[in-house]
C-alpha cells in the first residue's frame, strides 16, 4: 500500500482519482463524505461523477450539526435524491465543539460482509466549490481495507 502526500491542489478530479484507486469496479461501493461545511450542488456533483465511475450502493454524508441547521429540508431531500438506486443517508454529527473534519472514502465489501477494497482521502478540502477547486492546501491518501463508520444522528 503506497501513501501519497499531495501538496499542489485539492481539486474534485484529484479527489476523485485519489478514491479511484480503492474502487473494484466488480463490486459496489459505499461512498463516505465527511465535511463541516459543504454546499448542495457540490455534494451533487461529487455523488454523480462518483456514482459514474463506481457502481455506488450507499453514501453516507457527514455534516457538523450546526451547520445542518442552515440547511433547508429541501436541499437534503435534492441530495438525497439526486442518484437513482442508490441510499444516501445525510448525518448530523452532534459534538462539544465544531465538527471540522474533512475526509472522503470508499470501500467495497467481499462476499462475507467485510471490507475488501478502498481509499481514503484526508485533508483541508470542505464539500464547497471553493473547497474543491480553489483551496491550495495539501491531502494525505492513503488506500485502506478498513473503513470506519462515525455515529451521528440522522437528517429526517
Same mark, same amino acid.
Given at each position: 500500500?503506497?501513501?501519497?502526500? *499531495?501538496?499542489?491542489?485539492?481539486?474534485?478530479?484529484?479527489?476523485?482519482?485519489?478514491?479511484?484507486? @480503492? &474502487?473494484?469496479?466488480?463490486?459496489?461501493?459505499?461512498?463516505?463524505?465527511? $465535511? !463541516?461545511?459543504?454546499?448542495?450542488?457540490?455534494?451533487?456533483?461529487?455523488?454523480?461523477?462518483?456514482?459514474?465511475?463506481?457502481?455506488?450502493?450507499? &453514501?453516507?454524508?457527514?455534516?457538523?450539526?450546526?451547520?445542518?441547521?442552515?440547511?433547508?429540508?429541501?436541499?437534503? =431531500? +435534492?441530495?438525497?435524491? !439526486?442518484? +437513482?438506486? &442508490?441510499?444516501?443517508?445525510?448525518?448530523?454529527?452532534?459534538? $462539544?465543539?465544531?465538527?471540522?473534519?474533512? @475526509?472522503?472514502?470508499?470501500?467495497?465489501?467481499?462476499?462475507?460482509? @467485510?471490507?475488501? +477494497? @478502498?481509499?481514503?482521502?484526508?485533508?483541508?478540502?470542505?464539500?464547497?466549490?471553493?473547497?474543491?477547486?480553489? *483551496?491550495? =492546501?495539501? =491531502?494525505?491518501?492513503?488506500?485502506?481495507?478498513?473503513?470506519?463508520? +462515525?455515529?451521528?444522528?440522522?437528517?429526517?
Amino acid at each position: 500500500m503506497n501513501t501519497s502526500f *499531495n501538496t499542489k491542489q485539492t481539486k474534485e478530479e484529484k479527489l476523485i482519482h485519489m478514491l479511484m484507486k @480503492g &474502487v473494484d469496479k466488480r463490486y459496489f461501493h459505499t461512498l463516505y463524505l465527511t $465535511s !463541516c461545511y459543504f454546499s448542495t450542488e457540490s455534494a451533487i456533483s461529487l455523488m454523480r461523477k462518483m456514482e459514474k465511475l463506481a457502481k455506488l450502493k450507499k &453514501v453516507f454524508l457527514f455534516i457538523d450539526r450546526k451547520s445542518a441547521q442552515t440547511i433547508e429540508q429541501k436541499q437534503f =431531500n +435534492r441530495i438525497r435524491s !439526486c442518484i +437513482r438506486n &442508490v441510499d444516501v443517508e445525510i448525518l448530523a454529527v452532534d459534538t $462539544s465543539t465544531l465538527f471540522h473534519s474533512k @475526509g472522503y472514502a470508499i470501500k467495497s465489501d467481499d462476499k462475507n460482509g @467485510g471490507v475488501y +477494497r @478502498g481509499s481514503l482521502a484526508i485533508g483541508s478540502a470542505n464539500l464547497t466549490h471553493t473547497g474543491l477547486t480553489e *483551496n491550495k =492546501n495539501g =491531502n494525505i491518501e492513503k488506500p485502506t481495507r478498513h473503513a470506519r463508520r +462515525r455515529r451521528g444522528s440522522r437528517i429526517p
